[in-house]
């Protein structure tokens, strides 16, 4: 595999290095920063690929098919050959592919690479003597690095860290990616979208990152919302932590589910993760996820205000910075729901309009002079909508020119300008299709929109490849991901063509999918033989007695379809309740269904048949899922054309359709029924690809000796009778046995020579495996979680060369293996949970709770292992050198772990709970975000924190008796119990509000002792920082903007029993009350700054673990006509066994959101301070409190500057010399009094 982004297909960066000098360093923490951090499709080659003098096919591809290259000059870059060869044909792609090129100069200068002197020359120059006889290729290496030495790059000298250039070569891949998509867009038919972007980004206020944005896209249907909008999406989205794109909004939420269904795909697309959410109520945990998040969120052709609301609900939901876009038909939708910003999508001017119709009448971007009058013509009649131009032009394409007059003819007799004028003018194109491509257009707008090409291609007509052709031909459909899509202005106009069949009796119409309508057509009898099909949603009637000839009059009928839409969840119902659902009813039989039809999908069939004068010639899919059908048919039928069967829950089922009756048939899904045998004439079905018997509790064997001719998927999951392996041969691709009864996998597996996955997940008695396993070369991946009573593996006598996955979780396995080189494919191996094992192999992945005591030394050559949890591993003593991908490590518990290996630069989460025996740590890799050193109570020092550090967990450390400095960005800092801790080093003198973010901030020295009244004089004063820093960016976000997301606050604990002399409002016991200055003053007031002071001295650490803190603060404002009360209480962070000394809690809590009248009022502030201790998993009444505080904090704009505004804290004037001004913010002289 050449790189881990992707095994084939174009790239978006290509990185061109030398390996020795900084595949393990530089290079690899660049990668993983563009792939893994930003998404961005990157090639880094394996060291492999180089081989010879020739640039391999792999590189090749890869460097044509890159958009941007990114040259890492290094000192040791000139000394190969490999590399100038990549650089020369790097150029080569600029020159003629216009591919972009972006330098870095690595511990080298530009001069040096263009002039090759100094260390990088005279590397070039060992290299240059090696190819004395082939000066041509010599002078191609020198013209490449001068010229490439001569573009804009970056210098690593330039930057203090290296971190600090990874993030500026990403900013400008991403930069340059953005320009490559926008100008690419001409080609591929958008013509004026540069302009519509150009103008809609001051709306988007792109430049500010502190607010939360929503912005309305507002525009006539096809006038190119959603390509607007999607433009956007791909040009912006690699700057956002999550982002969602949500199609079609109006049609989905008519379904049922609707917007409860599309919000959990949203927070499950945002988090990229499956959420697992019951009901309609997101836990507040989630949420509070998202809020965390910089998020881009598209609701797309949104019609009622109540879309917006269920789905995005206010936007202090969603991360400063984040932006959600609309687009809507209707701009009073985004009027009642508050958005302000709107950009309306106008008509292409002219001049865009003429060359995107040409684009698609004669596939150029101008005219042939003989139709030019024409064309003008065309396009003076369209408006500026690019959909009807686009429709129009396609239908001209390649047509002559009495076509194209016919057609101006048509359009002088529209003169409408409403969206019955677009229909008409649309209807153009569809009547100049053929009678069986009108009809694929109609069945799509009314059915099929959304659904797999091939499906529809096949159910539809022998032929519906062709003629679904011929609608992309026309620009009637789009296939995106195999599945097809139609404009919803397209749809509506097919679907209104249908009701202008008949406005007044649906039964003439020939396509139903209204549920009242079809529900009076079925219960009245009123069919005809006009209808050809008809989509029931089951969940939008309340229930159907249908005549047994229901259908008898219905001879074209070609589609029928009853269906239930949510069917994850009709499953989790009862057997009954899955009946009573069935809307459907009959009266004992049906008499009749159409011999015509080749589509029926009928959910909760309730018949134990189908009509037995039903002639199935003509059926293509059957789908009977949870039916009380027993078999199909009686007797033998004709249905040649049959290709899929789905009888899945049909619990009565017993006897299936032979060969000889449907000799086409591809798939059959036969998943919980009551089938008892499998008949041997299943191997007879030439064309068989699919074959599922999941859960049919009745199936006890399979038969012997079959051999299947085509490649086919075989599935007997959770049939938990199955006891014997089946004895099968021939082309089987994957085989689950997952949850059968099967004790062994017999030496006959060797037959299934094509397999590429079998799945033996938690079969419980299986015991063995025979040695003849390696005979599956094609075996990709392998599970056997939760097999109980297997303990060993088999021995691997012979090569695998495409085994990637091994699972042995939760097995009894106690040895494996050492012959692991015939695996020499194996990227993921997990022996989680495996108690008993007690030797390892070469190749690892998840080891927690295992007893071994060392790993080998060839781990580090899984190069993409990015995950190792190593928890429990009680007797792991060292590590050896780990691979350069991992970003997260967990040791929790291996409490004899006496050192570490140098870490993996990439390395984002390092967990070291209670490693007891650690002594030391190595250097902290630059991009380390979270450490965990919780009782490694052996470390006497921490190296130097890396600046993206934001979580430092160090409690219980007992023996670190100082701490590095700590970055900015940590936002909690938890040092408790540091019994030897006299040097705390947070200095929030640094701290911006630009730092500041929405996360609650906390920094805990509960019981360090041993800190002097200095050190906590230094912290408790240091704390104003704090809460002037939090200050600052609220009051600038509330100064400057209407709605903003809330900070969580932010806390110090420390021990002490003293409250700091800023706070204005001081009293004894755990209460106070204040009166808030005059009502100007209360609509610029920010939060609060909290203190008090704990009594721990009657506090058993023994008994009481937890110590829980929280305020009860309300607000009482009077007017002149009423009074309320805001409560504004919360709790703060939790302390962890305080020992016999006062503490100190100190805090911020903002509250911006309380909404003071503009008139005269009176505002009070009581509050209560009170704490709960954590007994026997009860909590207990807590400890007193001795003394409390509270300082209101304001923030007023102010009249003198711009983008400043002054801080008042309470009526004390405090000047902080050292704290640094910042845009947006206040100098620190400018704090004033409040009176």
Same mark, same amino acid.
């Given at each position: 595999?050449?790189?881990?982004?992707?095994?084939?297909?174009?790239?978006?960066?290509?990185?061109?290095?030398?390996?020795?000098?900084?595949?393990?360093?530089?290079?690899?923490?660049?990668?993983?920063?563009?792939?893994?951090?930003?998404?961005?499709?990157?090639?880094?080659?394996?060291?492999?690929?180089?081989?010879?003098?020739?640039?391999?096919?792999?590189?090749?591809?890869?460097?044509?098919?890159?958009?941007?290259?990114?040259?890492?000059?290094?000192?040791?870059?000139?000394?190969?050959?490999?590399?100038?060869?990549?650089?020369?044909?790097?150029?080569?792609?600029?020159?003629?592919?216009?591919?972009?090129?972006?330098?870095?100069?690595?511990?080298?200068?530009?001069?040096?690479?263009?002039?090759?002197?100094?260390?990088?020359?005279?590397?070039?120059?060992?290299?240059?003597?090696?190819?004395?006889?082939?000066?041509?290729?010599?002078?191609?290496?020198?013209?490449?690095?001068?010229?490439?030495?001569?573009?804009?790059?970056?210098?690593?000298?330039?930057?203090?860290?290296?971190?600090?250039?990874?993030?500026?070569?990403?900013?400008?891949?991403?930069?340059?990616?953005?320009?490559?998509?926008?100008?690419?867009?001409?080609?591929?038919?958008?013509?004026?979208?540069?302009?519509?972007?150009?103008?809609?980004?001051?709306?988007?206020?792109?430049?500010?990152?502190?607010?939360?944005?929503?912005?309305?896209?507002?525009?006539?249907?096809?006038?190119?919302?959603?390509?607007?909008?999607?433009?956007?999406?791909?040009?912006?989205?690699?700057?956002?932590?999550?982002?969602?794109?949500?199609?079609?909004?109006?049609?989905?939420?008519?379904?049922?589910?609707?917007?409860?269904?599309?919000?959990?795909?949203?927070?499950?697309?945002?988090?990229?993760?499956?959420?697992?959410?019951?009901?309609?109520?997101?836990?507040?945990?989630?949420?509070?996820?998202?809020?965390?998040?910089?998020?881009?969120?598209?609701?797309?052709?949104?019609?009622?205000?109540?879309?917006?609301?269920?789905?995005?609900?206010?936007?202090?939901?969603?991360?400063?910075?984040?932006?959600?876009?609309?687009?809507?038909?209707?701009?009073?939708?985004?009027?009642?729901?508050?958005?302000?910003?709107?950009?309306?999508?106008?008509?292409?001017?002219?001049?865009?309009?003429?060359?995107?119709?040409?684009?698609?009448?004669?596939?150029?971007?101008?005219?042939?002079?003989?139709?030019?009058?024409?064309?003008?013509?065309?396009?003076?009649?369209?408006?500026?909508?690019?959909?009807?131009?686009?429709?129009?032009?396609?239908?001209?394409?390649?047509?002559?020119?009495?076509?194209?007059?016919?057609?101006?003819?048509?359009?002088?007799?529209?003169?409408?300008?409403?969206?019955?004028?677009?229909?008409?003018?649309?209807?153009?194109?569809?009547?100049?299709?053929? =009678?069986?491509?009108?009809?694929?257009?109609?069945?799509?707008?009314?059915?099929?929109?959304?659904?797999?090409?091939?499906?529809?291609?096949?159910?539809?007509?022998?032929?519906?490849?062709?003629?679904?052709?011929?609608?992309?031909?026309?620009? #009637?459909?789009?296939?995106?991901?195999?599945?097809?899509?139609?404009?919803?202005?397209?749809?509506?106009?097919?679907?209104?063509?249908?009701?202008?069949?008949?406005?007044?009796?649906?039964?003439?119409?020939?396509?139903?999918?209204?549920?009242?309508?079809?529900?009076?057509?079925?219960?009245?009898?009123?069919?005809?033989?006009?209808?050809?099909?008809?989509?029931?949603?089951?969940?939008?009637?309340?229930?159907?007695?249908?005549?047994?000839?229901?259908?008898?009059?219905?001879?074209?009928?070609?589609?029928?379809?009853?269906?239930?839409?949510?069917?994850?969840?009709?499953?989790?119902?009862?057997?009954?309740?899955?009946?009573?659902?069935?809307?459907?009813?009959?009266?004992?039989?049906?008499?009749?269904?159409?011999?015509?039809?080749?589509?029926?999908?009928?959910?909760?069939?309730?018949?134990?048949?189908?009509?037995?004068?039903?002639?199935?010639?003509?059926?293509?899919?059957?789908?009977?899922?949870?039916?009380?059908?027993?078999?199909?048919?009686?007797?033998?039928?004709?249905?040649?054309?049959?290709?899929?069967?789905?009888?899945?829950?049909?619990? !009565?089922?017993?006897?299936?359709?032979?060969?000889?009756?449907?000799?086409?048939?591809?798939?059959? #899904?036969?998943?919980?029924?009551?089938?008892?045998?499998?008949?041997?004439?299943?191997?007879?079905?030439?064309?068989?690809?699919?074959?599922?018997?999941?859960?049919?509790?009745?199936?006890?064997?399979?038969?012997?000796?079959?051999?299947?001719?085509?490649?086919?998927?075989?599935?007997?999951?959770?049939?938990?009778?199955?006891?014997?392996?089946?004895?099968?041969?021939?082309?089987?691709?994957?085989?689950?046995?997952?949850?059968?009864?099967?004790?062994?996998? =017999?030496?006959?597996?060797?037959?299934?020579?094509?397999?590429?996955?079998?799945?033996?997940?938690?079969?419980?008695?299986?015991?063995?495996?025979?040695?003849?396993?390696?005979?599956?070369?094609?075996?990709?991946?392998?599970?056997?979680?939760?097999?109980?009573?297997?303990?060993?593996?088999?021995?691997?006598?012979?090569?695998?060369?495409?085994?990637?996955?091994?699972?042995?979780?939760?097995?009894?396995?106690?040895?494996?293996?050492?012959?692991?080189?015939?695996?020499?494919?194996?990227?993921?191996?997990?022996?989680?949970?495996?108690?008993?094992?007690?030797?390892?192999?070469?190749?690892?992945?998840?080891?927690?709770?295992?007893?071994?005591?060392?790993?080998?030394?060839?781990?580090?050559?899984?190069?993409?292992?990015?995950?190792?949890?190593?928890?429990?591993?009680?007797?792991?003593?060292?590590?050896?050198?780990?691979?350069?991908?991992?970003?997260?490590?967990?040791?929790?518990?291996?409490?004899?772990?006496?050192?570490?290996?140098?870490?993996?630069?990439?390395?984002?989460?390092?967990?070291?709970?209670?490693?007891?025996?650690?002594?030391?740590?190595?250097?902290?890799?630059?991009?380390?975000?979270?450490?965990? #050193?919780?009782?490694?109570?052996?470390?006497?020092?921490?190296?130097?924190?890396?600046?993206?550090?934001?979580?430092?967990?160090?409690?219980?450390?007992?023996?670190?008796?100082?701490?590095?400095?700590?970055?900015?960005?940590?936002?909690?800092?938890?040092?408790?119990?540091?019994?030897?801790?006299?040097?705390?080093?947070?200095?929030?003198?640094?701290?911006?509000?630009?730092?500041?973010?929405?996360?609650?901030?906390?920094?805990?020295?509960?019981?360090?002792?041993?800190?002097?009244?200095?050190?906590?004089?230094?912290?408790?004063?240091?704390?104003?920082?704090?809460?002037?820093?939090?200050?600052?960016?609220?009051?600038?976000?509330?100064?400057?903007?209407?709605?903003?997301?809330?900070?969580?606050?932010?806390?110090?604990?420390?021990?002490?029993?003293?409250?700091?002399?800023?706070?204005?409002?001081?009293?004894?016991?755990?209460?106070?009350?204040?009166?808030?200055?005059?009502?100007?003053?209360?609509?610029?007031?920010?939060?609060?700054?909290?203190?008090?002071?704990?009594?721990?001295?009657?506090?058993?650490?023994? #008994?009481?673990?937890?110590?829980?803190?929280?305020?009860?603060?309300?607000?009482?404002?009077?007017?002149?006509?009423?009074?309320?009360?805001?409560?504004?209480?919360?709790?703060?962070?939790?302390?962890?066994? =305080?020992?016999?000394?006062?503490?100190?809690?100190?805090?911020?809590?903002?509250?911006?959101?309380?909404?003071?009248?503009?008139?005269? !009022?009176?505002?009070?502030?009581?509050?209560?301070?009170?704490?709960?201790?954590?007994?026997?998993?009860?909590?207990?009444?807590?400890?007193?409190?001795?003394?409390?505080?509270?300082?209101?904090?304001?923030?007023?704009?102010?009249?003198?500057?711009?983008?400043?505004?002054?801080?008042?804290?309470?009526?004390?004037?405090?000047?902080?010399?050292?704290?640094?001004?910042?845009?947006?913010?206040?100098?620190?002289?400018?704090?004033?009094?409040?009176?």
């Amino acid at each position: 595999m050449a790189s881990s982004s992707s095994s084939s297909g174009n790239y978006e960066v290509f990185l061109n290095f030398r390996g020795e000098d900084t595949r393990k360093s530089f290079t690899c923490y660049l990668y993983d920063k563009l792939y893994e951090g930003k998404k961005i499709k990157t090639f880094i080659d394996d060291e492999g690929l180089r081989r010879g003098d020739e640039i391999s096919p792999a590189l090749l591809d890869a460097i044509q098919g890159s958009k941007i290259s990114v040259v890492i000059f290094s000192k040791d870059y000139g000394s190969s050959k490999w590399c100038l060869n990549e650089l020369v044909k790097i150029l080569e792609c600029k020159h003629t592919n216009r591919q972009i090129i972006i330098p870095v100069f690595y511990g080298v200068s530009p001069s040096d690479v263009r002039h090759q002197n100094g260390t990088f020359g005279h590397r070039f120059d060992e290299l240059k003597k090696q190819f004395k006889d082939k000066p041509e290729m010599v002078q191609k290496w020198r013209d490449a690095l001068t010229e490439t030495s001569h573009l804009a790059g970056h210098e690593s000298t330039k930057f203090r860290l290296d971190a600090q250039l990874v993030n500026k070569i990403v900013e400008d891949v991403l930069k340059k990616l953005e320009k490559i998509t926008v100008s690419t867009d001409s080609s591929n038919g958008l013509v004026g979208l540069n302009s519509r972007i150009e103008q809609i980004k001051p709306f988007l206020c792109m430049d500010l990152s502190d607010t939360v944005q929503i912005v309305g896209i507002w525009g006539m249907g096809g006038i190119g919302k959603t390509t607007l909008a999607e433009a956007i999406f791909d040009q912006f989205a690699g700057e956002f932590d999550g982002k969602y794109f949500a199609k079609n909004v109006r049609r989905k939420s008519e379904t049922e589910g609707g917007l409860e269904d599309l919000q959990k795909e949203m927070l499950s697309t945002i988090l990229s993760e499956k959420l697992e959410v019951a009901g309609p109520n997101i836990p507040q945990f989630t949420k509070g996820r998202v809020r965390r998040m910089k998020v881009l969120i598209v609701l797309d052709d949104v019609n009622k205000d109540e879309q917006l609301e269920g789905l995005i609900g206010g936007l202090d939901q969603y991360g400063p910075g984040s932006r959600i876009i609309v687009t809507t038909r209707d701009k009073r939708v985004l009027e009642k729901f508050g958005v302000e910003k709107i950009y309306r999508v106008n008509g292409l001017k002219f001049d865009e309009a003429f060359e995107h119709f040409c684009n698609f009448a004669v596939k150029e971007n101008h005219c042939p002079e003989d139709l030019y009058q024409h064309s003008w013509r065309v396009v003076w009649y369209a408006d500026g909508n690019p959909l009807v131009l686009k429709v129009l032009g396609s239908s001209l394409y390649l047509k002559g020119k009495s076509h194209w007059e016919n057609v101006l003819d048509d359009l002088n007799r529209i003169c409408e300008s409403d969206i019955h004028g677009i229909y008409d003018t649309l209807k153009i194109s569809f009547k100049e299709l053929t =009678p069986r491509v009108k009809s694929m257009f109609l069945d799509i707008a009314c059915f099929l929109e959304g659904e797999d090409k091939d499906f529809v291609a096949r159910i539809l007509d022998d032929s519906g490849s062709h003629r679904l052709d011929v609608l992309v031909d026309k620009s #009637l459909i789009t296939v995106s991901d195999n599945c097809l899509q139609m404009h919803d202005l397209l749809q509506e106009m097919g679907r209104e063509i249908v009701r202008q069949e008949s406005e007044e009796e649906p039964g003439r119409r020939s396509r139903l999918w209204d549920p009242k309508e079809i529900r009076r057509v079925l219960k009245h009898n009123m069919g005809t033989d006009a209808i050809e099909g008809i989509f029931l949603d089951l969940s939008k009637i309340k229930g159907i007695n249908l005549d047994p000839g229901a259908f008898t009059k219905m001879s074209n009928l070609r589609l029928l379809k009853f269906y239930v839409p949510e069917i994850e969840r009709f499953l989790s119902m009862s057997f009954e309740e899955q009946l009573s659902y069935s809307k459907v009813q009959l009266r004992k039989f049906l008499d009749y269904l159409p011999k015509k039809l080749r589509y029926l999908h009928w959910d909760t069939y309730p018949l134990r048949t189908l009509p037995s004068n039903f002639k199935p010639k003509n059926l293509v899919e059957l789908n009977l899922r949870f039916s009380k059908v027993e078999q199909l048919w009686e007797g033998e039928k004709e249905a040649f054309k049959l290709k899929s069967i789905n009888l899945s829950h049909s619990r !009565h089922f017993i006897k299936m359709p032979g060969p000889l009756e449907t000799p086409n048939v591809e798939t059959k #899904l036969l998943d919980y029924t009551n089938l008892a045998c499998v008949p041997s004439s299943i191997q007879n079905f030439k064309y068989l690809s699919a074959l599922s018997f999941e859960g049919c509790k009745s199936l006890r064997s399979f038969p012997s000796n079959l051999r299947f001719v085509c490649p086919v998927t075989i599935n007997f999951s959770c049939c938990v009778n199955l006891k014997e392996f089946p004895q099968i041969s021939g082309k089987v691709t994957s085989l689950n046995l997952g949850y059968t009864a099967i004790e062994e996998v =017999p030496s006959s597996i060797e037959c299934l020579t094509h397999l590429v996955e079998l799945d033996l997940r938690f079969c419980k008695r299986l015991k063995r495996i025979s040695t003849r396993f390696c005979k599956l070369r094609s075996l990709v991946t392998l599970f056997l979680y939760g097999c109980l009573n297997l303990e060993r593996f088999p021995e691997i006598l012979e090569k695998m060369e495409h085994l990637y996955r091994i699972g042995l979780v939760w097995t009894a396995i106690t040895e494996l293996p050492s012959l692991f080189e015939n695996l020499p494919g194996l990227q993921y191996f997990s022996v989680s949970g495996c108690s008993i094992l007690d030797k390892l192999p070469d190749n690892i992945g998840n080891l927690s709770g295992n007893n071994f005591e060392s790993l080998p030394a060839s781990i580090k050559q899984l190069s993409w292992l990015s995950y190792l949890n190593l928890e429990d591993c009680n007797m792991l003593q060292s590590l050896p050198e780990l691979p350069l991908c991992l970003k997260y490590l967990k040791l929790r518990d291996c409490k004899i772990l006496q050192s570490l290996p140098e870490l993996p630069l990439g390395l984002e989460t390092l967990h070291l709970w209670r490693c007891n025996m650690l002594q030391s740590l190595p250097a902290l890799p630059l991009g380390l975000e979270t450490i965990d #050193l919780e009782d490694c109570n052996m470390l006497q020092s921490l190296p130097e924190l890396p600046l993206c550090l934001q979580s430092l967990n160090a409690m219980n450390c007992n023996r670190l008796q100082s701490l590095p400095e700590i970055p900015s960005c940590v936002q909690e800092l938890d040092a408790s119990v540091l019994e030897k801790l006299s040097k705390p080093s947070p200095d929030l003198r640094q701290w911006h509000p630009e730092y500041v973010t929405p996360q609650p901030i906390y920094f805990g020295f509960t019981n360090c002792l041993k800190l002097d009244g200095k050190a906590n004089n230094k912290i408790l004063a240091d704390s104003l920082r704090m809460a002037i820093a939090a200050s600052l960016r609220l009051g600038y976000e509330n100064a400057y903007h209407e709605k903003l997301s809330e900070l969580r606050g932010s806390q110090i604990v420390l021990p002490g029993s003293e409250i700091p002399d800023w706070f204005s409002n001081q009293s004894s016991g755990s209460s106070i009350r204040i009166q808030l200055p005059p009502h100007s003053f209360c609509r610029n007031l920010i939060g609060f700054a909290f203190c008090a002071v704990l009594d721990f001295k009657q506090l058993y650490s023994d #008994l009481f673990r937890y110590f829980h803190v929280g305020c009860r603060l309300d607000l009482e404002i009077k007017t002149l006509s009423e009074t309320k009360h805001v409560d504004l209480s919360f709790y703060w962070h939790s302390i962890e066994d =305080p020992h016999d000394s006062d503490h100190v809690i100190l805090g911020f809590k903002p509250c911006l959101n309380v909404g003071f009248p503009d008139g005269y !009022h009176d505002t009070t502030v009581s509050l209560k301070f009170f704490n709960k201790c954590y007994q026997n998993r009860t909590f207990q009444k807590g400890q007193k409190i001795k003394r409390c505080g509270v300082c209101p904090v304001y923030a007023n704009p102010s009249e003198i500057k711009a983008n400043t505004f002054t801080l008042n804290f309470a009526t004390e004037v405090w000047k902080l010399d050292d704290l640094p001004s910042t845009s947006g913010t206040s100098d620190v002289e400018e704090l004033e009094p409040s009176t």
